[in-house]
C-alpha cells in the first residue's frame, strides 16, 4: 500500500450541492495530481498542486478547484454537482512536477443524484 | 493531443495461461509509461515503469516492453493466476506535459480456475 490516503470512502449527494474531498500525501512528497474516473473510463487528470500553487489543469470547467496545504495535503471541491460528476475521484502524489512515479489513494467514490 | 488505446476492453483466459496485454499511444514523445492494476472499486496500483529510453522491466512474472517509436507497449504476464483478475491500465506522461498522467481505458483481465 502507499502512504496516500483519501477521505472520505464514499459519497452520496443531491445534484447542486457542493463537495469537498481529501487527500493526505505520502511522506515527503509535495506535489499532489487528482484525477477522475468514471465507471469503465480510465482516469481523467483534473490538476496538479506543487507547494501550495496548481501547476497545470486539464479540461475541467472551474467549479472544480482545489487547495494544497503547507503539510502538502490537498483538498479538491466540486461546486454545483451534477449528475456526471458522479465517479472515483483519485488523487496521487509524488516529488516535484517531473515524470516521476506517482503513488495513487484508494480514491473517493461520489455518487450524485 | 496524446491518446492512449487498450484492446480488447475485456480478456477471460484458463488459469496457467501466459498472456499478452496491449497499449498504443499516439505521441512517442514520452518521458515514461506505467502500467497500473486496479482492483473492483479501488485504486491504482503501480506494477512497472519503463522510462523512454529503455525497453523492457521485469517485476516477478510481470514484463513490460516498450516501442517508442510505433507507439506500443506490451504487459506479459506469464502463468497466470486467479488472483490476476483485475484491470489493467496503461499510462503514459507525454514530454512537455509535467507529470500528467494519460490513461487508457483499461483491459479487464479475468482468470478463469
Known amino acids: 500500500e502507499t502512504g496516500v490516503t483519501q477521505s472520505p470512502t464514499h459519497l452520496i449527494k443531491t445534484r447542486g450541492q457542493q463537495v469537498t474531498l481529501r487527500c493526505s500525501s505520502q511522506?515527503?512528497?509535495?506535489?499532489v495530481s487528482w484525477y477522475q474516473q468514471a465507471l469503465g473510463q480510465g482516469p481523467q487528470f483534473i490538476f496538479q498542486?506543487?507547494?501550495?500553487?496548481?501547476?497545470g489543469r486539464g479540461n475541467f470547467p472551474p467549479r472544480f478547484s482545489g487547495l494544497q496545504f503547507p503539510n502538502y495535503s490537498s483538498e479538491l471541491n466540486v461546486n454545483a454537482l451534477e449528475l456526471d460528476d458522479s465517479a472515483l475521484y483519485l488523487c496521487a502524489s509524488s516529488i516535484g512536477t517531473g515524470p516521476e512515479t506517482q503513488y495513487f489513494g484508494p480514491g473517493t467514490r461520489l455518487l450524485v443524484l | 493531443k496524446q491518446e492512449v488505446t487498450q484492446i480488447p476492453a475485456a480478456l477471460s483466459v484458463p488459469e496457467g495461461e501466459n498472456l499478452v496485454l496491449n497499449c498504443s499511444f499516439t505521441?512517442?514523445?514520452?518521458?515514461?509509461l506505467q502500467w497500473f492494476r486496479q482492483d473492483p472499486g479501488k485504486g491504482l496500483t503501480s506494477l512497472l515503469l519503463?522510462?523512454?529510453?529503455?525497453r523492457e522491466q521485469t517485476s516477478g512474472r510481470l514484463n513490460a516492453s516498450l516501442d517508442k517509436s510505433s507507439g506500443r507497449s506490451t504487459l506479459y504476464i506469464a502463468a497466470s493466476q486467479p488472483g490476476d483478475s483485475a484491470t489493467y491500465l496503461c499510462?503514459?506522461?507525454?514530454?512537455?506535459?509535467?507529470?500528467?498522467?494519460?490513461f487508457g481505458k483499461g483491459i479487464t483481465l479475468s482468470v478463469r480456475p
Open positions: 498542486y506543487y507547494r501550495e500553487e496548481e501547476n
Open positions: 499510462a503514459v506522461i507525454t514530454t512537455g506535459a509535467n507529470s500528467k498522467l494519460t
Open positions: 505521441d512517442s514523445a514520452i518521458y515514461n
Open positions: 511522506s515527503g512528497h509535495n506535489t
Open positions: 519503463i522510462q523512454s529510453s529503455q
